[in-house]
């Protein structure tokens, strides 16, 4: 039985799309049997000035690609300043004096960053191996975290790191950045409103055509035992001689990283969870291979996995489908779409397309042809009775895109605006460590498929393999 909730929902959204009310905008469009139109949507920040007193620290533990692409979106906000910078390849950090200046404090031992009183926040931008501890490590240092997605490496180790914050009282935000997106923002609404019915189908894919999206990064050429600590690199991970390429293409190993899984499944699942307030799903079953990137890597550059959902009080059942193709000749391209009884919606960080269309109840011609003409003529004056392509379910079908406007500051701004403002006391985050283990654990049940050959049974409440 579909809840009251949701039938009301979808009942109140049919109406203001016929009404041409504020959810679908103007009503010229409406009228017509379909609409096609486009909307801007807004956002508002609180706008404030801090003095020097009042300014957030902040230092980056893991100076790298998404360490610095975080920290540069993390600066955008008022009211922050980097002081601390830490990385085991020392060319890092001269490139962290490079941006932000010399006057930063340098180090190769991130517990130095936690000793100093003067930082008040982290971002933990590290291999995955290593988030679980340096989390931990940080909040009981009195630090708040910004730490990285996937929040864990293990989905066993997320319990620990849930525990620490609640003991703490630390803001601790998971970083997928899309997470607080205009984007996302709206298709939330949407999906309350009720515009697309009962969800039916996730359809998630990410093509890859290139060796930097296959993680082949560059390895500099001033890289060698003095500049790279690979002792400490290593951590917990099994002991290995000194090899580079394990070191800054650290993505492509099992020991350190979680494969496409934990490093894009997850901003999926984040998403998703998220817009239909959901747990996670139940089950997973994982395929795919090593097709092309056989660099040494252990990791598969082709992955499919299936997904079911169990019905709660937020969604029907589904299924989701995952796909990545790190050899996509295709060119490349991604997709977001959640398909459901009613229409479909098409989600980016800066927009959302939701298409309505009719659901055609009535048979046409290809399966009347085996009756006769007169039994023909009977069927379909049975059905033009029932009324069931009626004029409010034709003035709800169309297409509508919201996009951000041009001065847009980004998804990655906002997810930093967003853990900012819960530090001052002026909100809640948007991806605690529940919702983090919650996201990473469901995407790494891809692994634990693949590598088992078998399907996983997943518990989305208590966050545990069965």
């Known amino acids: 039985m579909k809840s009251n909730k949701k039938d009301s929902s979808r009942r109140s ?51 790298g690609i998404q360490g610095i692409y975080d920290t540069k979106s993390a600066l955008e906000v008022s009211g922050v300043k980097l002081v601390a910078a830490c990385d085991l390849y020392m060319g890092r950090l001269d490139r962290a004096k490079e941006l932000w200046g010399d006057d930063i404090f340098i180090t190769r031992d991130y517990r130095q960053i936690l000793e100093r009183k003067d930082i008040d926040a982290v971002i933990i931008a590290t291999p995955d191996h290593w988030h679980k501890q340096i989390t931990i490590d940080a909040l009981k240092a009195g630090k708040h975290v910004y730490c990285e997605k996937p929040m864990v490496q293990q989905w066993e180790d997320g319990q620990a790191i849930i525990t620490a914050q609640k003991s703490t009282g630390k803001v601790c935000q998971i970083g997928s950045q899309g997470m ?14 009720g515009a697309i019915g009962d969800i039916v189908m996730l359809d998630f894919y990410n093509d890859r055509y290139s060796a930097e999206g296959a993680w082949q990064y560059p390895i500099p050429p001033d890289a060698n035992k003095k500049t ?25 190993y099992q020991d350190y990283g979680t494969g496409v899984a934990g490093d894009l499944f997850v901003h999926a699942f984040s998403t998703l969870n998220h817009v239909i307030d959901s747990h996670g799903p139940n089950r997973a079953q994982a395929t795919g291979g090593l097709r092309f990137w056989k660099d040494g890597r252990d990791v598969p550059d082709v992955s499919i996995t299936l997904y079911d959902y ?40 800066n927009s959302v397309k939701l298409k309505r269309s009719k659901l055609n109840l009535i048979p046409q011609g290809y399966s ?12 379909n004056a049975g059905y033009e009775a029932q009324n069931l392509n009626n004029r409010a379910s034709q003035l709800s079908t169309g297409e509508t895109t919201w996009h951000a406007p041009k001065d ?14 819960a530090i001052r006391g002026k909100g809640k985050i948007v991806q605690n460590p529940t919702f983090g283990l919650r996201a990473a654990g469901a995407a ?23």
């Open 310 to 349: 169990p019905k709660t009080d937020t969604h029907a059942a589904f299924n989701a489908a995952f796909r990545i193709n790190f050899i996509a000749g295709s060119g490349g391209g991604g997709g977001f779409k959640l398909i459901g009884t009613e229409g479909e919606m098409e989600i980016g960080q």
């Open 13 to 63: 959204f049919i109406k203001k799309a016929a009404l041409g009310s504020t959810v679908l905008s103007t009503t010229p469009t409406i009228l017509a049997a379909s609409y096609k139109q486009n909307l801007e949507l807004t956002r508002t920040y609180e706008s404030s000035s801090f003095t020097i007193n009042d300014q957030i620290n902040l230092a980056l533990i893991g100076t």
């Open 228 to 252: 790279v600590d690979f002792e400490t690199f290593l951590g917990t991970a099994p002991k290995t001689p000194f090899e580079l390429k394990r070191f800054f293409r650290w993505r492509n």
């Open 444 to 466: 790494l049940l891809a692994n634990e498929s693949y590598y088992n050959k078998k399907a996983v049974n997943w518990d989305p409440d208590n966050m545990k393999i069965i």
């Open 368 to 379: 009347l042809i085996s009756f006769t003409e007169e039994t023909q003529k009977k069927i």
């Open 408 to 421: 847009y500051k980004g998804g990655h701004y906002d997810h930093f605006y967003n853990f900012f403002q």
């Open 180 to 193: 607080s997106s205009l984007g996302n923002e709206k298709a939330k609404q949407l999906y309350a409103d």
